[in-house]
């Protein structure tokens, strides 16, 4: 067995990337803090004014925005529980309860959608009055609020599933708010409130299209489907531009949460690779991968033949996974590293 220190880009690479993604979950916590607040407030304001004034729009809306303080409070408490540190038995930590949470919060939403939609059937077969200025100065000040909070978690929407889902959630709210004020101004000039329950039902399509994407994309994390904007052909292209690679099998890539992205790949590689050596065709492949591509944890394994290839095509399906024609004067020698990219290099 061999061992060398890390190689200094790496770790800084790591070091860098590590900081930078503490930094983010820091403004994301800041950010999901402020809209907890400002949603909890509003929630109570349009539960109040829905029951007052009668409406069911109003009380959907409230009623999502209850789902949105719940999913936002579950958001916090899930970031939280994810910066708790690995452990022999949880070596990657629990950075997937974020998306446990997300998917959760998907699941509520769909209940929330099909809610109205129960509520709003009863009203179709027979409408009741409602009071139509009350209820579109609350939806006005629920839509101020609302965009607030969209203008709030804009800048972490992208950091983690469950921020995205908040901030998608905010711009849900400001559109059902609108269809909200525009509902009013129907019944005080026309006085059809059947109006109420079709806004309503136009909401709990809103709802149920949120609720049904941040589903996806938590299952797509959890049964660990390829991460957005990661191509593996490209992957073993690039991978393949390096003149001692060979073939590349078993590639793989999959997320632990948003913004953690892994990536492992079997690497036949020149038995002869030069000057550089294996350790050196290593931080070739490393840094190609993190310039091009979001990964943050690689394992390269670095051999001279696949034997999966022998039993079974492995990674057969990869358009670049075909072997290199052999290179001439090469003697095959039995050289296979695994290579992860903090450094550590086992025969």
């Known amino acids: 067995m061999m061992s060398h220190d890390p190689p200094c880009s790496h ?3 790591g070091t860098a990337h590590h900081h930078h993604h503490a930094e983010l979950r820091t403004a994301s916590g800041r950010a999901l803090k402020l809209a907890l607040m400002v949603l909890g407030l509003f929630f109570v304001v349009e539960l109040v004014g829905g029951l007052l004034t009668n409406s069911l729009a109003l009380i959907s809306d409230a009623a999502h925005l209850l789902s949105d303080v719940a999913a936002v409070a579950l958001a916090l408490f899930a970031q939280w529980f994810a910066g708790r540190p ?14 446990l949470a997300a998917q959760l919060n998907g699941f509520t939403l769909l209940a929330v959608a099909v809610f109205i939609v129960v509520e709003a059937y009863g009203r179709l077969r027979a409408p009741q009055a409602v009071l139509g200025l009350p209820m579109i100065i609350i939806a006005a000040v629920g839509m101020l609020a609302q965009l607030l909070t969209t203008i709030v978690l804009a800048r972490a929407r992208d950091e983690s599933l469950n921020v995205r889902g908040a901030y998608l959630h905010a711009m849900t709210d400001a559109v059902q708010s609108v269809g909200v004020v525009l509902a009013g101004l129907v019944m005080i000039f026309t006085g059809w409130f059947i109006v109420d329950p079709l806004i309503s039902l136009f909401i709990a399509a809103l709802v149920a299209f949120s609720g049904g994407k941040i589903l996806f994309e938590a299952t797509h994390v959890l049964i660990e489907g390829t991460p957005k904007g990661i191509d593996l052909d490209r992957v073993a292209h690039l991978m393949r531009e390096n003149p001692a690679v060979q073939q590349v099998t078993d590639l793989h890539a999959w997320s632990l949460t948003t913004g953690y992205n892994a990536l492992s790949a079997h690497v036949v590689a020149d038995p002869d690779p030069g000057d550089v050596g294996h350790e050196g065709l290593r931080r070739d492949l490393l840094h190609r991968l993190h310039e091009r591509f979001s990964v943050q944890h690689v394992t390269l394994q670095i051999e001279k033949e696949c034997a999966y290839c022998r039993d079974g095509g492995c990674g ?10 052999p290179r001439s004067g090469a003697e095959p020698t039995a050289h296979d590293v695994t290579a ?5 290099v086992n025969p």
């Open 316 to 325: 057969g399906w990869l358009r670049e996974c075909a072997p290199a024609e």
């Open 11 to 13: 770790d800084h690479h």
């Open 86 to 99: 690995a452990s022999p038995t949880r070596s990657y930590g629990y950075r997937r309860v974020e998306i």
């Open 340 to 344: 992860h990219d903090d450094g550590k």
